[in-house]
């Protein structure tokens, strides 16, 4: 075993005056480096400035459409099975089409819970689940705003991209993403 001593303090130091105005030297020599020398700075002031997105993170779900309109979606819950996160819950309903069995009566996906593995995707018989890249999540302060629905996952150029019945209270990354087909 090594004791290690613990170091004697001098008197200006038991005293903690001095160290406390050192202390505050550092502090506000930052302070005004940054002020003036401003490339330094790491905090970005999200969400109204948003952080510049890694190109291939893939962070925005969307449920794409037939020539038609109508979801690709055939309700297989394929995905739901999938997702390691459990956070896709689908209810289905019996689809008019006659070529296709069902299709989503619901189709959420819980957000906060999603890992983005993108294994939803990688399931899909259909290609009718996309994850976008260059596009970032919402921001809210309200739980259920996360829980992204049929709705907002088929949403398109030109639709509404600020669903939430509260959504006066939000602030929005950035604009929608043009989604091709
Ligand atoms: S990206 Fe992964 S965690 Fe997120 S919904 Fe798809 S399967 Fe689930
Ligand atoms: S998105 Fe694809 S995998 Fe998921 S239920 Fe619809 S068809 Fe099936």
Redesign the pocket.
């Given at each position: 075993m090594i004791k290690v001593p613990t170091p004697k303090m001098r008197w200006w130091e038991k005293i903690y005056l001095f160290e406390i105005v050192r202390g505050l030297c550092v502090t506000m020599g930052h302070l005004i480096r940054n002020i003036f020398v401003q490339k330094n700075i790491y905090t970005h002031q999200w969400p109204e400035e948003p952080k510049p997105l890694f190109p291939r993170l893939?962070a925005r779900?969307r449920l794409t459409r037939r020539d038609d309109g109508t979801p690709k979606c055939t309700a297989c819950y394929c995905?739901q099975t999938?997702?390691?996160?459990?956070?896709?819950h689908i209810v289905a309903e019996e689809s008019p089409d006659g070529f296709v069995e069902k299709r989503p009566k619901q189709f959420e996906?819980d957000?906060l819970?999603?890992?983005?593995?993108?294994?939803?995707?990688e399931?899909c018989p259909e290609d009718a689940?996309r994850?976008d890249t260059g596009d970032a999540v919402i921001v809210s302060n309200h739980r259920e705003d996360f829980i992204l629905d049929l709705k907002f996952l088929l949403n398109g150029k030109g639709t509404e991209w600020r669903r939430s019945r509260r959504f006066e209270d939000h602030t929005i990354a950035r604009p929608p993403a043009t989604f091709g087909e």
């Open positions: 893939k779900h995905c999938v997702c390691p996160a459990y956070c896709i996906i957000i819970r999603c890992v983005f593995c993108g294994y939803c995707v399931a689940i994850m």
